[in-house]
């Protein structure tokens, strides 16, 4: 158990719907990071927080966006969902960004 | 553009033998990570390392990395069934992300 928690565990949805997944980081980590991992995509990294505000964007969709609050849990939210945003979505943290990252363990959205 | 390529992509092997499995980068990096995703489950740390030369080891896994030739290697020793997994090598960039690369299917068989 890394000591990240992401809820939901599954989640189930529609086309064109908006859904929100939670992580909370590691007791003490400040870094917050969003990663993808699809079968024909692999690994992508979506986003990362720091301490509230916005430090890196990756391979993230308009469609998608993000935020980390003052307890320092983050969420990530899809909208206007397609088919191919089925995917496992990984919530990671660290003390300070660049140190080892600690990964949940995931949400996985399937979108019908 | 920052790329990872990991070889083999897949690997079946028996139980005590040896192999290497090679992540090469395509831009210098100071942070070259190592994680093992076992089949439907989240991605565990195995090792980070910082440094042209740096050799970790935790158990039968140990990884190395030469930042002039831009590979990190982790070797098996003596496998054992429980290794099975997918191992996944990712570079830190200036950005702090994970740049990934494809990942290594590894079945170890009795």
């Known amino acids: 158990d890394s000591g990240v928690t992401q809820t939901p565990k599954h989640l189930i949805t529609a086309t064109g719907q908006r859904v929100t997944l939670r992580c909370s980081p590691r007791?003490?980590?400040?870094?917050v990071y969003w990663y993808q991992q699809s079968l024909d995509q692999g690994l992508q990294f979506l986003i990362h927080?720091?301490?509230?505000?916005?430090?890196a964007k990756g391979n993230i969709l308009e469609r998608f966006s993000a935020q980390q609050f003052p307890d320092l849990h983050s969420e990530l939210n899809l909208s206007s969902l397609e088919l191919g945003d089925s995917a496992l979505y990984f919530c990671?943290?660290?003390?300070?960004?660049?140190?080892?990252?600690?990964f949940g363990p995931g949400t996985r959205l399937t979108v019908l | 553009e920052l790329k990872v390529e990991q070889n083999p992509l897949f690997l079946s092997m028996q139980e005590g033998k040896n192999y290497t499995i090679y992540c090469n980068y395509s831009?210098?990096?100071?942070?070259l990570y190592w994680y093992r995703q076992d089949p439907g489950k989240s991605l565990e740390s195995l090792f980070v390392?910082?440094?042209n030369g740096a050799v970790k080891q935790e158990g039968r896994l140990m990884a190395s990395l030469d930042t002039k030739a831009r590979l990190s290697t982790l070797h098996i020793t003596a496998a054992v069934h429980d290794l099975s997994a997918t191992y996944f090598c990712?570079?830190?960039?200036?950005?702090?992300?994970?740049?990934w690369g494809a990942g290594t299917k590894l079945i170890i068989k009795p």
């Open positions: 831009t210098t990096s100071d942070r």
């Open positions: 927080y720091y301490n509230g505000e916005e430090r």
């Open positions: 990712a570079l830190g960039d200036s950005n702090y992300q994970l740049i």
């Open positions: 007791s003490g980590d400040l870094s």
């Open positions: 390392l910082l440094s």
């Open positions: 990671a943290s660290s003390e300070t960004s660049g140190d080892t990252q600690y």
